[in-house]
């Protein structure tokens, strides 16, 4: 059986000729494997140098097909996608001939037209993987038009969260981040924390506004002297354009920042492992980050916004909800959970061990087979 990914997944040659992709995507691909004869994976290949959280494919069974490397916010990224959309097209109607099943990870610039493409010129069987929010009630133009054209076709769609009115076709699905073997490695660990005296916290994803980075700095700033004197160190693992002034930022708040730029899955499990809470007062277009599922295993409890799919895992049994998105409700959370008593902060610790099994890559796959594929 043959599986056929396209996606817009990031791809880098490293210096050796090795072939590195996106991380959390490659990981997923590298298990999935064990349940097909054979993985093609088309997507993007990108000059420059990859980013150390990138990873190399573990099987000779994946195979990778590159097209152009598309995609960005601007007009003239968007009218060169359309340009090349004859081209994509091509490269995916090939490999489609030697596909068993397909998936098309959405949303993504190339689905605008992929999505029908696939839709009313392609029989072959398929899902489509919808990463974003679903439940999103202004997305952008091309989010927008993808998730309409998800939801009136056949084919089946994974999304994040569970929704009134959920098309039957569209199924409820935890994004995979951890083996069974991680999940008990964090669950040794987490067992073994004790009652902090010292809080540390972290944060790991792009560093850009959206994603919260500023109210992150702006509710550590905000804090009273007797509240940061109870504050360690807030790590901050990722990078983006706005990182410089997020450094000359965190130089005002009178706690300790850590600038970590991107690291491999093994050294970001080492800060999971060093913090206490993980922190993410985000209003970018999420379904469920995989970071929260990642850190939540090593006993890292998430101080997270309430948008998307987030609020259907997290909740106040396990960790700590940000709503609305504002800085002072920010702080109110960061104020709370330093001030924890060591029954409540156990309590915290317990409760996240059923949720984290969701999120295995084992998990995942036998729902895929069972329900999908």
């Known amino acids: ?15 050796d ?33 990859a980013p150390p959280s990138a990873l190399p494919y573990t ?10 490397a598309l995609g960005g916010r601007g007009i003239g990224s968007k009218l060169k996608s359309i340009v090349y959309a004859p081209k994509v097209i091509r490269s995916v109607a090939k490999v489609l001939r030697e596909a068993t099943v397909f998936q098309l990870r959405t949303p993504t ?13 392609n029989k072959a069987k398929g899902w489509y993987k919808y990463a974003g929010n679903w439940n999103q009630k202004h997305p952008p133009l091309g989010y927008r038009l993808q998730r309409w054209m998800l939801k009136h076709q056949s084919r089946s769609v994974t999304i994040n969260g569970r929704w009134e009115g959920q098309p039957k076709h569209c199924l409820t699905f935890e994004n995979p981040c951890l083996t069974e073997a991680e999940v008990a ?8 924390r004790e009652w902090p005296t010292v809080w540390n916290f972290c944060y790991v994803g792009r560093l850009e506004s959206e994603k919260g980075v500023g109210r992150i700095l ?45 690291l491999p899955r093994t050294k970001v499990f080492t800060i999971y492992k060093q913090c206490h809470g993980f922190i993410m007062p985000t ?36 960790g700590f909800l940000i709503s609305p998105v504002e800085t002072d409700v920010v702080v109110d959370c960061i104020t709370q959970f330093i001030n924890l008593d060591e029954a409540n902060y156990t309590s915290l610790l317990d409760a996240s061990k059923d949720t984290v099994h969701l999120f295995t890559f084992e998990h995942y796959a036998n729902r895929l087979m069972n329900d999908v594929i």
């Open 185 to 192: 490695l964090g669950a040794t660990y987490s067992a073994s």
């Open 218 to 262: 702006d509710a550590f700033k905000a804090l009273s002297a007797d509240e940061k004197a109870k504050i360690g160190t807030l790590h901050l693992v990722g990078d983006g354009p706005e990182r410089s002034q997020f450094e000359a930022i965190s130089k005002e708040i009178g706690v300790t920042v850590v600038f970590h730029g991107f």
């Open 17 to 49: 000729g090795t072939l590195v992709g996106w991380g959390p995507t490659v990981s997923e691909i590298n298990h999935l494997v064990a349940h097909f004869d054979t993985i093609i994976h088309v997507a993007m290949l990108h000059d420059g140098k």
């Open 109 to 121: 610039g190339i689905g605008v037209y992929l999505i029908p493409y696939l839709t009313f010129f």
């Open 59 to 68: 099987s000779e069974r994946i195979t990778f097909v590159s097209i152009p």
């Open 1 to 15: 059986m043959t599986l056929v990914i396209i996606s817009h997944t990031e791809h880098y040659k490293t210096d």
């Open 283 to 318: 209003t970018a277009s999420e379904g469920f980050p995989k970071v929260i599922a990642e850190a939540m295993n090593f006993g890292c409890i998430p101080l997270v916004s309430n948008i998307s799919a987030i609020g259907h895992y997290i909740h106040a049994k396990n």
